[in-house]
């Protein structure tokens, strides 16, 4: 590590979430030092503790889906060579208990769509010789079976989701006829097909009203709309081809009220995404209110029904994203609150029942994140608390009733993301038990090569998120500038320009603007405000573009559009108002061809989001090819430059999913082939340029998904090799360039997803290793980076020896290598890898080491190993007040014979001896103690400190060289007679030591 940058009480979380009533019982799902596990909480502190570490050691069987069925918690999970499956629990450790092996071995059954009816849990579940299909369990081992096999034969019926219709479930699945209604009563031969709707109807059972069930489906004629049923063939219908014609509406987020109406979004194509109901007919399909007036969208969001009436947010073009209040009807559709003042958005989410209102979670003017209660009446809006004082707020989440106490997840700077619980008044709502209380964490991001040294973005939980440096060494390792001494300065969208970084960074006093900086406090500065006023033009997709900087921003008046900057005040200029107007044309992916263009995707408002270029001047930004025609989209993703020509994937009518090309003209923009020939998709994806060779992956019309090679024309583009024959394919993650060839993360169906190499060639692309055995993932995907100038790619990967590491490859079996040791138990490794960066010979990366939290740490290349000591953790008070320090006398470095550990702040001579172990903890002692340490431990010789109260042990290091990287843990403890330990000592706080060159 170079800098435990964040200080050491911000601390760690546990993030409890997904909280169930268990009978008065809260059972959670929460995170310690035995990794995500399943917990409960009777509301007091020693009635809240694990039940069960599912997953054993530090690793996590991260449970999903808790459903409280009967007097249990069914709930998904994952052990290491079981996979993901069904468990349940009682509130007890005896009690917590794996149901069944759906999909036995490693394999998961992939647990779906559940739903709680007569007193099971029904759910799709893949098994062996069935495929998905319908399963139910009442919480016991027996009573967890197969119910319906809809599709006889291994290929299964996908059923779900479900809805309760009378006494049936009614869902959607597939049999040889296509996705269709279906109805059971749980039992084989009363599971039935209710209609055969033409084509591929793909039926989604949405819920039901007024004894009528609610779906979406497809037809050729309208598109995917809204259709109800009421259990028969002639009774099933559409209900409004709310978007005319055979554009789909996108209906969703269905939710029903006590007056008979069911509320769902909708976009007719004419008021944007709007509020609509039904009350299951074709007559009651209508919008309810068009809450932000014309095609713009008012977005309704998290509708949530509590007491009869839904809950959700909207923004009305005024306020912003505010909390409103439907019961179906256009005058009951109302704004319950302006609760950040004027066109900010408050963003309420998590609408929840608790104590006959709703509580949730939004942004007040001045207050964060907080939670907040209301009634159904407008203006009824209260503060439970102001949890995090001042502006930050405390993010609460996962509201739950748990009898007569609401259970939440929030964040305090003394703690961290905890529990908390509520009677619901302010005065009763507080932290329950910091459940994992390590280090702080500062999160850098944004990590930058400029000029040889690292720039990153980072958080010392003094200054905020702020512009950092680094040389690789801890006393190198500074802060930048403070940009917003009010808060954080947030910068984002880092870029190297013309001999400076350039970003976008908050100020409290002219909002997000773009700054530059030359690597010094001084040279950092705004280059102008865009949008005057507090709230910035928030710039965004910063990109060189040759003596030019391309950027989309929000002047206030235009909307986000294309924008360029020469460096000067007056060279800062709006491209195009392509969405004239106010509107935004929302400008993403500014690409640089190198030949004076450069190519970016933007919609005018009369057709999708499409291919636009530009030469840096408002003259020269055009429309170079509308893909998708009229308002089509056209999905235009994965855009790389290769000898000056932009390839991409691409939607068109007739030819599906496809590779494009463009130069930055229109004539020179254009589809280069269609792979998978037709109206299906090839799909191109994780397009890579390894010097003048395109290498993705694509879907062929008799292959799976496999790896592709292209010279940049139609002819020269090619399938590399078959790698499993047949449709099967490969599944693809990720791709870098490693000189010529690529290296890429891929899961071939029996090794999980590990790193491979290819050439270019069938016999050139093998797997470099399979460090998860079988079928367990090994690698990282998103972690995989090439190094520059080492002929080395970075990546994270977990193997059962030593957990999560980092490792490095140079493209060769033999060459693909741990780099370095994270964790001194087997198995454990680092909490968290992630932003390998290349700067000369060292790999700077985030690293989580479960000590320190997420920090910055370096690997050098050349093998070299910082040696460095750093303090963790608290020591405690003896009765007279000392609280005893741990220390050191020099650098751990290698060969340094006169190392010694100390301590200081004892009584004068006091019997003092050093207590070492090789891995940390932190054991509760009582009276504030803790044991730093995890057996076993060891204890050099005591001594008696001197009358400063300070002493020293000596801990000489060799020169031998495996003692590179080693790490060391030293706690002391001091003789105090009425100390807090046994009534005889007190205990120092920590300090770590890593062996180093």
Not at 505 to 526: C, F, H, K, P
Not at 723 to 733: D, I, S
Request: contains cysteine; glycine residues 14%.
């Amino acid at each position: 590590m170079i800098r435990d940058i964040a200080s050491p009480s911000s601390l760690r979380s546990s993030a409890p979430q997904q909280i169930v009533d268990l009978n008065g019982i809260a059972v959670f799902v929460a995170r310690s030092e035995f990794g995500q596990e399943i917990w409960r909480s009777d509301g007091t502190v020693l009635g809240t503790y694990m039940l069960r570490d599912i997953q054993p050691g530090s690793g996590s069987s991260t449970p999903l889906d808790l459903f409280v069925v009967n007097h249990y918690v069914i709930f998904t999970a994952i052990v290491d060579g079981l996979g993901r499956e069904l468990w349940r629990t009682d509130g007890t450790g005896a009690g917590t208990i794996m149901l069944r092996d759906i999909q036995p071995g490693p394999g998961s059954p992939f647990i779906d769509d559940p739903i709680v009816w007569q007193n099971k849990l029904w759910f799709s579940a893949t098994s062996p010789g069935f495929g998905s299909e319908l399963w139910c369990s009442d919480g016991t081992v027996a009573g967890t079976q197969l119910a319906v096999d809809v599709r006889v034969g291994s290929a299964g019926s996908s059923p779900g989701p479900f809805a309760i219709f009378g006494g049936m479930l009614a869902f959607g699945a597939s049999d040889n006829v296509g996705r269709e209604l279906w109805l059971s009563d749980g039992t084989p031969g009363s599971t039935t097909r209710v209609t055969d709707l033409p084509g591929s109807p793909g039926v989604r059972v949405r819920g039901v009203v007024n004894g009528r069930i609610i779906m979406t489906a497809v037809d050729a004629a309208t598109g995917t709309e809204p259709w109800s049923s009421d259990g028969t063939a002639l009774g099933t219908a559409l209900l409004r081809d709310i978007f005319l014609g055979t554009d789909d509406s996108g209906a969703t987020d269905f939710v029903a009220t006590s007056s008979g109406i069911m509320l769902f979004t909708a976009d007719d194509g004419t008021t944007g995404v709007e509020l609509w109901g039904t009350d299951g007919t074709a007559a009651g399909t209508t919008p309810v209110l068009d809450i932000r007036a014309g095609i713009d969208d008012g977005n309704p969001n998290e509708l949530t029904e509590v007491n009869g009436v839904v809950f959700f947010e909207a923004d009305n073009g005024i306020h912003g994203r505010e909390p409103w209040v439907s019961d179906g009807t256009s005058a009951g559709t109302t704004m319950l609150a302006d609760l950040n003042a004027g066109s900010n958005s408050s963003s309420p989410m998590f609408f929840t029942d608790a104590f006959g209102e709703v509580v949730f979670s939004a942004i007040g003017t001045t207050l964060g994140r907080e939670p907040y209660t209301s009634s159904a009446i407008p203006g009824n809006v209260a503060l439970l608390g102001d949890l995090a004082s001042g502006n930050g707020g405390s993010a609460p989440s996962d509201f739950a009733m748990v009898g007569s106490e609401l259970f939440f997840q929030a964040t305090a700077l003394s703690a961290g993301s905890e529990l908390w619980t509520s009677d619901g008044t302010a005065a009763n709502t507080g932290l329950l038990l910091d459940l994992w209380p390590p280090q702080g964490d500062s999160n850098p991001n944004n990590l930058i090569d400029f000029g040889g040294q690292l720039y990153f973005v980072a958080n010392d939980g003094v200054n905020g998120e702020e512009l950092w440096t680094s040389d690789g060494t801890p006393i190198g390792t500074t802060i930048v500038a403070d940009l917003n001494g009010a808060g954080s300065g947030n910068p984002d969208h880092v870029v190297e320009w013309n001999g400076a970084l350039w970003f976008a960074a908050a100020d409290s006093g002219i909002g997000r603007e773009l700054w530059s900086s030359d690597g010094t406090n001084a040279g950092t500065q705004v280059l102008t405000d865009l949008r005057p006023g507090v709230f910035g033009a928030e710039p965004e997709q910063i990109t060189p573009f040759g003596s030019l900087l391309l950027f989309s921003a929000n002047d206030g008046t235009n909307g986000r559009e294309p924008w360029v900057t020469d460096g000067t005040v007056g060279g800062t200029l709006m491209l195009a108002n392509i969405r004239p107007g106010s509107s935004s044309s929302q400008p993403v992916d500014f690409l640089d061809l190198g030949n004076g263009l450069s190519v970016f995707v933007a919609s005018d408002g009369s057709i999708g989001p499409e291919l636009w270029g530009t030469d840096g001047t408002p003259a020269g930004t055009q429309l170079l090819a509308d893909i998708s025609p009229g308002v089509g989209l056209s999905f235009i993703d994965d855009q790389v430059v290769m000898q000056g020509v932009a390839y991409f994937s691409a939607s068109s009518p007739g030819n599906g999913n496809e590779l494009w090309r463009s130069d930055g003209t229109i004539a020179g923009t254009f589809q280069l082939i269609d792979i998978r020939t037709g109206g299906s998709s090839s799909s191109p994806r994780e397009l890579t340029v390894a010097n003048d060779r395109l290498f993705f992956f694509a879907t062929g019309n008799t292959t799976g998904r496999e790896l592709y090679v292209s010279d940049g024309t139609a002819a020269g583009t090619q399938p590399v090799v078959d790698y499993l024959p047949g449709t099967a394919g490969l599944v693809a993650r990720r791709m870098v360039a490693l000189g010529d060839d690529v290296v890429f993360v891929a899961d071939d169906g029996s090794t999980g997803d590990e790193v491979f190499f290819s050439d270019g060639t069938a016999a050139g692309t093998v797997l470099l290793a399979d460090l998860g055995p079988g079928e367990v993932d090994g690698v990282l995907e998103n972690t995989l980076a090439a190094i520059d100038n080492t002929n080395l790619v970075a990546f994270a990967a977990t193997e059962l020896t030593d957990g999560l590491q980092v490792y490095v490859t140079d493209g060769t079996q033999a060459g693909t290598v741990q780099a370095g040791q994270f964790g001194t138990q087997a198995g454990i490794g680092a909490a968290e890898l992630d932003l390998f960066t290349g700067v000369g010979s060292n790999v700077y990366f985030l690293a989580d080491d479960g000590i320190t939290g997420a920090e910055l740490w370096l690997l050098d290349l050349t093998g070299a190993q910082v040696a460095f000591a750093e303090n963790y953790g608290q020591g405690c008070d003896g009765p007279a007040g000392f609280t005893p320090a741990s220390g050191v006398n020099s650098s751990p470095q290698l060969g340094n014979a006169s190392f010694g550990v100390t301590v200081s702040n004892t009584p004068p001579l006091s019997l003092a001896a050093a207590l070492v172990a090789f891995a940390p903890s932190g054991l509760p002692l009582g009276g504030g103690c803790e044991l730093l340490l995890q057996a076993p431990i060891l204890t050099l010789p005591s001594l008696t400190t001197d009358s400063s109260g300070e002493g020293i042990s000596p801990l000489g290091i060799g020169s031998d060289p495996t003692l590179i990287g080693l790490q060391v843990f030293v706690q002391w403890a001091a003789i105090e007679i009425g100390g807090p330990v046994l009534d005889v000592a007190t205990l120092s706080d920590g300090v770590r030591i890593v062996v180093g060159n």
